[in-house]
Structures are given as C-alpha cells and as structure tokens.
C-alpha cells in the first residue's frame, strides 16, 4: 500500500499529465472543486477537501466528512495530522497556491466535533466555498466519485492556477522599465506607490515589509540589520519575538530594536502589552518602536514616551507609516531604488497566506506606471 507522501506524487504526476483535461467526467462536480480550488478569499476548503481525500486513500475504511478523531469509531481520522504533516511540505515543495498553515486551525473548522454533513453550518465567507466542499465530501461517501479523481482533480486546478500566477508575474516584471540612463522614480514618487499600494485589500503584512526593506538596503550604512521575517500568522508569544520587525547590529544577534506593526490605532493597552514584553527580553533592547497606518493619538503616543525611565532604557515611540517611509527615503536619498527593489523582492517571496497573488500584481502594476516614460 503507498504512503500518504507517494500517494500525493502519483496524483501530482496524473495531474500535470492531464494538463487541461479534466479527471471526471461529471460537470457538476467538476464545477465545484474548480471553485473551491480557485477561491483565492478562502483558501482553507482546498486544504480540507484534499487532506480528507488523502485519508480516504490512505485509509479506505474512513468516511471522509469525518476528519475529527472527537468524532469516535473506526472510521473517524485526523485531518488536521494529514493536513500538517503530508499537505505542507507537498504544497510548499511545489509552490501550490495554498494557505501555508493547516485548514483546521480556521475559525470555521478548529471547533467541529461532529460528522461533516451538507446539512452542517460552516460559518466563513464565502459561503460556497463550504458547501461545495461539503457536498464534494458527501459525494465521495456515496461512491458518486472517486476519492483519487477529486484528489487529483484538486492538484490539477492548483497547478494551473500556479503557472498562470507565474505566466502573469513573469510578464508583469518583463514589462517593468529599469532604464539605468533614466532618472530613478524621486522619493516622493516612491512614497505615492506605496501610499497606492497600502490603500490595496488585504495590505496588512506591507508595514512590515517597508521597514524590512528599509533596513535591507542601508544595513551596512547603518551597521544593523533586519532579522529574517516570521511567519504572518506567527504569534509573538509563540515564536519568542518581541515583535513584528527585529533589528540586530551586524555580526552580533542581540536586538536592539523592534518593530511592531498595527493596521488600526495603537492604544494605551498595546504600550501596556509592549512593556511587558521588553521587560521579559533580555538583554534590554534600545527602542520599541509601533508603527501604524492609522491616526497617532497625543494622549497615547505622550504616554508612550513616559515608559523611558520605567524601562530602565528603552524608548517607545509610536510612528506613522508613511511618515517614517517618507523620512528613510529623504534620509538615504542615494538608496531608494536599492529601498524600492528590496521591497518588490520582499513582496514577491511572500507566501500567498500573507500577500495574496492580486496584491503582488497590483505593485508591479503600480511600479510599471509610475516608471513608464508615456
């Protein structure tokens, strides 16, 4: 009998040999995996369907709506287990597009305890993507459909989706004028793309990715550096970062500033929560500094300020985003195309869980009109 792991190959292989050809035969249910697979706001039913699929070939006596070992009885299983140990390394390992953290750790799926039925209430938008899912689940348990043809079904659709993601990058970063005997986009210019770009959708993870760049492309100016970024969804408490940015002196691994991002106003309670953190890292780091795309309140930003001599050292200031990508641009004027191209390479190895396929086509978009000489 082959492993999970062989099993994923095998379908992969059908898959890429099937092309364009779909693996069924029936319309409707075709339609419906297409759908679940190319929701690009939900992306936790592909990663559901799949890794009940997956059990369901593993293990042939499952019933595939039954992913919850709470569930009981022989027929029951883990999809979280084949989710995280089989599906991550295969997605990530073929650059599928998928969420890079499990399907059942989403709001809609970490408290179910109970058989998987199209009767069940999934509660997550859209709504389709649920019921599809469901009723692909429940055609599967029927024997309407094979649990390999929806597994490869699936793989099929991602692998699509995967290369015309890259057909469109490829031609979007093919159609961006780096003209060297041109006069580089101004700083100002720089600050109105991104400005463009943080207003996009689902812009959260940039904040992060501006102050990575920027430390990125004057780190030996300054003699500090950025530490490798975590992962979007990575709580602090859990990774032991002191937040969303850590900048450490060349050569030496102490922190000597953190970043924290906040796409909504900074309160007193954030700086209550940052003044817990510094005091539990050690050793003692020189700035703990917010940066926000929203209003700095006075009263909040005054308190702030008052934490110095409390902290034994340590400065916490609360900074606009724009404000302080407009200041590191003026600053290093000499380096903002050095900023701007360590920012595009940021975003463009971002996993799609923190930057989504849109977002990165909407900067190179953006980049491509700003420098276009018509």
Known sequence: MPTPNEILAEALTKAEQLGSTPALADEKIHSSIEYVCRCLSNRAGVRLLMSCMLAKLDRPGIDPRKPYTEIGGPDSFSGRTYDEQYLTSFTTANRLPCNSTTAFLTPALRNQ?????????????????????????????????????????????LVLLRNENNARMESLKARLNHDTDGLPLASEQIVTLLRQHLACKHSSRLPVLIVAAAYQAVSTNLGEQARPLRGHLAADRQTGAGGDVEICLINDDRVCTVYEMKAKRVTIDDIDVALQKIMALSPRIDNYVFITTDVIE?????????????TFGTEIVILDCIGFLRHFLHLFHRHRTRFLDAYEKLLLNEPASAVNQPLKEAFLSLRQAAESDE
């Open 113 to 157: 305890d109970a058989m998987l039925t199209t009767a069940t209430v999934l509660v997550g938008r859209p709504a389709q993507v649920y019921s599809d899912t469901l009723q692909i689940l429940d055609d599967v348990a029927n024997g309407r459909v094979s649990a390999h043809d929806v597994l490869v079904e699936a793989i099929r659709h």
């Open 298 to 310: 006075d009263g909040v930003a005054e308190y702030a300020a008052g934490m110095y001599e409390q």
